[in-house]
């Protein structure tokens, strides 16, 4: 009989839709809590700085892939490490963490006034 079971039908023991429902609006709030919103801000505007920092290797990729088409893979590799180094560099997990350090006020700014 279970394995009959309409897709409406649930077992006995699970919570019913009223409780998913308020269950997945319970988790939707703590993903989008005001201090992870500025945090995922802060963290666009720490990716768009190191872009604009490695905008020269970025545009000498793209060059570079551009003429050399299907053979960009094997042509233009030592460009696409050096876009990968820089953005490693200015946008990785160390570069993240002071970003994050230098601008703890406006991250906790935000999140004050995201909360009032």
Not at 66 to 93: A, F, P, R, Y
Not at 105 to 112: F, G, I, Q, V
């Amino acid at each position: 009989k279970s394995a009959n079971r309409s897709m409406t039908e649930q077992p006995t023991g699970t919570p019913g839709i009223g409780e998913q429902g308020r269950l997945k609006e319970m988790g939707r709030e703590s993903r989008l809590s005001f201090r992870n919103f500025a945090e995922h801000q802060l963290r666009r505007e720490c990716k768009e700085a190191a872009m604009e920092i490695c905008k020269p290797q970025v545009k000498a990729f793209a060059e570079c892939a551009q003429e050399k088409g299907l053979m960009v893979v094997w042509s233009c590799k030592q460009l696409h490490n050096d876009v990968q180094d820089c953005l490693t560099i200015h946008n990785g997990e160390e570069a993240w963490e002071r970003y994050k350090e230098d601008n703890k006020e406006r991250l906790e700014k935000k999140a004050r006034l995201g909360q009032k």
